[in-house]
């Protein structure tokens, strides 16, 4: 669907096969594992089997000695790290604690910590190797629960660590002084909630709570380095931000960025969690002690219990109404589990959770925790599928106690071009109400729901997107083929969508434009494969490639016209001259003669692009609960959401769809077990329990296209936010189907079960 079209584009919103297709399809793509070197070492790492414990001595003697082991090294090996924070593209991190999740220095501070780690002719001998390593700890209580370790009693994580007051997301913040494992308080007021609160006729108050949860990317972390004899280090990994990675190393490692070099191999999804770095740091100092390669790549249970998933949260959430269906204030206190180290989604969260709406008087307080597990890590439009799915929650029920259609109550209510979010900012163009709109007029909102236990959902939400700087150069060669270089890992399709809009501003077929993604010393620095900014960030770079690659062709036209470049335009792939109509060259015919005008057009740019444009997105869905098992199934999924202008539609839609599959089990069924020391008890697929095809319906995606003013193709970002309405929307169809709110992800069968059994009780016992 599309409800706004400004330009008619030739390449754009055409569906061409993408440039990578055959090689991932044939298995001929080269992913990080498959990468390998003459005479590279495997690498392990020993992980704490405590949650929380000093290190009180290590002895890694009888593991040297083991023959095979070229090298054994602890986080007494790396140097120092400073105390200072580092833009991370969609968050700021911390070098020191960086360093620590890296290698434990002196405490371990969640299961599956590193420790150790070992270099050996191969897996088996390094495996054999780290059970040679000896550890003695002593053992710390652990802190597992966010509620827990605010307590001024609780044991301290960090017992240097105070807590930061900020007013925003971003904002450095002020230190209290205050010893805790509060990490930061993020407070965001619009106008006077308790006004606003007297102006009102219905409330509606509850608390919810989310789990851990995984990105699921199917590929583990991997990293091959070699730490060369003049100091600098190559890198061959699957990461999702190779020129951020670099910046990490050189800070962790004390090492010239300049000397670092990375190469980016395919990528087995991410979705956030290949942001940080894990095993190319340890796997570097390996390489520097043996003097060869050394390759490392994680067990499915060292990516469960070692890297970071999105963060547990608690969430109280109150919102008060008028008669008529107006919104009139919204308070929120949002508790987010950071892990082990400072740093969860809760500033992005705040900001998400009431944005789909123009509410006047808003309170949102947010506390930053951290408790003995992995360090929290991004996960698609990070924070915001949580909050959203307690504001969303809320919404409905306001809906109810007043009779107001649910999605005509988020209409009335809906924000729009000039409101204000929470934090102050006034939103710019955008598609909110439009998916809204979209979705009314679906034939699956004037269908019925034909049968008992049968409930729909809707829900809305919001991502603010990202821009971040992106570098890119494009060469014309003879045949009339353009070469694009750029820097930023694909991840979702992104080769063929810059393909595509290179193709559309030389006139050319997007098969006509060779992509590539090059090392960070063959092109300049590209932001992360984050934030959904990598198609929208290159844009803006490939608008102005193209430009001064189509100035300089126009000279060339000129000289061979023998007249002034001013006397020279360029449209729809074709050189003409302004004042002798029969001379034209198309850009192919152009491209064969450079060489005969002045040799070979190659050009690049930078840039740091701003004004993202902010996505929407309302999704509705229709369930079956068995009210004698719980389990819930989706009859009918159907997703509206603001893409600005889908480059290609197929993979936009791939991405709504993608999104919404993951918030279903994040809705339904993934959650991480802990016993009682902070043990992970389900680090596997097996237990694990992602959705399969089996659990998932046809996924209907609804295209709304609002262009976005501030990009010369009008692109937003799509990834990221088909993720934050299901969680919402699931819960309100269930409420719908049975009868019970459920008020802790996830909504698994023997959780709605209970809920059920409750209900019952609390009718029995009031007749």
């Known amino acids: ?162 807590t930061k007051t900020m007013a925003y997301r971003f904002d450095p913040g002020t230190d209290t002084g205050t010893k805790s494992n509060v990490a930061g308080r993020t407070e965001m007021r619009l106008g006077d909630v308790e006004a606003g609160f007297k102006k009102a006729d219905v409330i509606v108050e509850r608390e919810f709570t989310t789990n851990w949860v995984h990105q699921g ?22 990461s999702q931000g190779t020129f951020n990675q670099r910046q990490l190393m050189a800070e962790i490692l004390k090492h010239p960025v300049s000397k670092i070099r990375i190469t980016p191999q395919e990528i087995g999804g991410g979705f956030g969690g290949k942001i940080p770095v894990y095993l190319e740091v340890p796997a570097a100092v390996l390489s520097k002690r043996s003097g060869r390669p050394v390759k490392m790549m994680m067990s499915r249970s060292e990516v469960f ?112 071009e000039g409101d204000r979010r929470a934090d102050g900012v006034q939103h710019p163009v955008m598609g909110n109400i439009e998916c809204m709109e979209a979705l009314k007029a679906t034939d699956h909102y004037k269908s019925g729901l034909g049968g008992p236990n049968r409930g729909r959902g809707v829900a809305s939400g919001y991502w603010g997107n990202a821009g971040m700087p992106a570098s890119c150069a494009v060469s014309i060669n003879p045949d009339g083929t353009v070469s694009l270089a750029e820097g930023s890992p694909d991840i979702g399709g992104s080769r063929v969508s810059l393909a595509m809009m290179t193709a559309e501003s030389f006139g050319i077929p997007a098969e006509d434009v060779i992509p590539s993604i090059k090392d960070t010393d063959s092109i300049g620095y590209n932001g992360l494969t984050a934030g959904s900014s990598t198609t929208l960030r290159n844009g803006v770079a490939i608008a102005q490639v193209a430009k001064q690659a189509v100035d300089l062709m126009r000279a060339r036209a000129a000289r061979l016209w023998e007249t002034d470049v001013d006397n020279v335009d360029f449209a729809d792939g074709v050189f003409f001259s302004k004042a002798e109509s029969e001379l034209k060259l198309t850009f192919k015919e152009l491209a064969g003669k450079l060489m005969e005008t002045g040799g070979p057009i190659s050009t690049a740019a930078s840039v740091a692009p701003r004004g993202a444009g902010p996505s929407f997105s309302t999704h509705m869905v229709d369930v079956e609960v068995d009210p004698e098992t719980g389990k819930v199934d989706i009859l009918k999924y159907t997703a509206a959401q603001d893409v600005g202008v889908a480059i290609h539609p197929s993979y936009v839609e791939g991405q709504v769809q993608g999104g919404a599959a993951q918030g279903v089990g994040w809705a339904l069924n993934e ?92 009718s029995n016992g009031a007749g």
């Open 217 to 238: 990317y199917i590929e583990a972390q991997n990293a091959t380095v070699l730490w060369n004899n003049d100091d600098s280090i190559q890198v061959w990994n699957s």
């Open 671 to 762: 959650e991480y077990f802990y016993d009682g020391d902070g043990r992970m008890v389900n680090s596997s697929y097996l237990d694990y329990r992602m959705p399969t095809s089996l659990d998932l319906p046809d996924i209907d995606a609804i295209l709304v296209q609002v262009p976005n003013p501030d990009h010369p193709f009008g692109v937003r970002g799509v990834a990221e936010i088909s993720i934050v309405p299901p969680l919402g929307a699931l819960a309100n169809a269930i409420e719908a189907a049975v009868g019970v709110r459920m008020q802790e992800l996830p909504m698994a069968p023997h959780k709605i079960v209970k809920a059920l059994w409750d209900k019952e009780s609390e």
């Open 1 to 162: 669907m599309t409800t706004v079209e400004e330009r008619n584009y030739k390449v754009i919103g055409t569906r061409p096969i993408r440039h990578d297709g055959a090689d991932k399809v044939t298995g001929r793509a080269i992913y990080g594992i498959d990468f390998h070197l003459t005479g590279e070492l495997w690498g392990k790492i020993l992980r704490s089997p405590h949650a929380h414990a000093n290190i009180v001595r290590i002895d890694t003697s009888k593991a040297e000695a083991l023959p095979g082991v070229r090298a054994v090294i602890t986080g007494a090996d790396l140097p120092v790290a400073a105390d200072m924070e580092l833009d991370d593209g969609e968050t700021s991190i911390n070098t020191m604690h960086l360093s620590n999740n890296v290698m434990a220095h002196k405490k371990a501070l969640y299961r599956g910590h590193a420790v150790a780690a070992v270099a050996a002719d191969n897996q088996h001998i390094a495996e054999d190797a780290l059970a040679l390593i000896e550890v003695e700890y002593e053992v710390l209580p652990p802190v597992l629960v966010g509620r827990d370790a605010m307590k001024p009693d609780a044991p301290l994580l960090h017992p240097e660590q105070t």
């Open 305 to 416: 219990e070692g890297t970071g998933p999105a963060s547990c949260s608690l969430m109280v959430c109150k919102m008060r109404a008028t008669r008529d269906g107006k919104i009139t204030a919204a308070y929120a206190e949002l508790v987010f589990e950071a892990g082990a180290f400072p740093g969860s989604a809760v500033g992005a969260g705040a900001q998400g959770m009431f944005t789909t709406y123009n509410i006047e008087n808003v309170l949102i307080d947010a506390y930053d925790v951290v408790v003995n597990k992995p360090k929290s890590a991004a996960y698609r439009s990070p924070g915001t599928p949580q909050t959203c799915y307690a504001a969303e929650s809320v919404v409905d029920e306001l809906a109810k106690k007043l009779g107001i259609d649910p999605l005509e109550f988020r209409i009335k209510n809906a924000a729009r």
